[in-house]
């Protein structure tokens, strides 16, 4: 298979403790997004890399909220001491550098409870 | 800043029947994208179609067709002789042209294709 991979698929985690979530994205893809979904929204975007540059940061991703890739390969995005309205889909996708198709990961659900 | 607005939250459609889904967008921008992704339950968004603003002519991919009017920033998606994988979430999404830019969704619409 050489789409867009994330694990875990589903993590259920207590308030307060953290997560990390990965994205291996199409390996000759520059570009990654990460992006969260809530239950009956559309996507929202997060972060963006290139390469190993994280480029931008939306206002959603508080200091709570870490995202790397190190080597502008594989992805990590960590939440610290989760709170439940961080219940959510994260989403990762990827993209030549020049493309303007973005390849979805099939999403890891996290669930605080 | 670009909004993406889609107002039908669900439909539903008779097997081999036609649906159009509804798009409207705002932006200030002259060159973007449009598209439409699907989202079958519990697997990843795929790309159905995509439209570039300079083109005045509607896409097509087989059975899915767009109406795209830049003027009244709408851009409605058909499908045509539905078919029962078509049971989806579909977005409508927008993007700038040139360099990084990230895509922007609506909310959704949500699809049911009946047999």
């Known amino acids: 298979d050489t789409g867009v991979s994330q694990d875990p698929r589903h993590k259920i985690t207590k308030r307060g403790q953290n997560v990390t979530f990965r994205c291996d994205p199409i390996?000759?893809?520059?570009?990654l997004y990460w992006y969260r979904q809530t239950l009956g929204q559309g996507p929202e975007f997060l972060t963006y890399?290139?390469?190993?540059?994280?480029?931008?940061k939306s206002r959603l991703l508080s200091d709570r909220f870490s995202a790397e890739r190190p080597k502008g390969s594989f992805s990590t995005l960590e939440i610290q001491r989760t709170e439940q309205g961080d219940s959510a889909m994260y989403l990762c996708?990827?993209?030549?550098?020049?493309?303007?198709?973005?390849?979805f990961g099939q999403g890891t659900r996290l669930t605080v409870v | 800043a670009q909004t993406v607005t889609q107002s039908q939250p669900e439909m539903s459609v008779q097997e081999a029947e036609t649906v159009t889904l509804s798009c409207t967008y705002d932006?200030?921008?002259?060159?973007?994208?449009l598209f439409w992704y699907k989202q079958p339950p519990s697997r990843q968004m795929i790309l159905v179609i995509r439209?570039?603003?300079?083109?005045?002519q509607n896409a097509t991919e087989n059975r899915f067709s767009v109406n795209f009017q830049k003027a009244a920033k709408s851009f409605s998606l058909k499908i045509s002789d539905s078919q029962l994988g078509d049971t989806a979430m579909y977005f409508c999404?927008?993007?700038?042209?040139?360099?990084?830019?990230?895509?922007?969704f609506g909310t959704g619409t949500k699809l049911q294709v009946i047999p």
């Open positions: 890399f290139q390469n190993e540059a994280q480029l931008e």
């Open positions: 390996s000759e893809h520059n570009r």
């Open positions: 999404a927008f993007k700038v042209t040139g360099g990084y830019q990230k895509v922007t």
């Open positions: 996708a990827s993209s030549f550098l020049g493309g303007t198709e973005a390849f």
């Open positions: 439209q570039e603003a300079y083109k005045q």
């Open positions: 932006t200030s921008e002259n060159n973007y994208y």
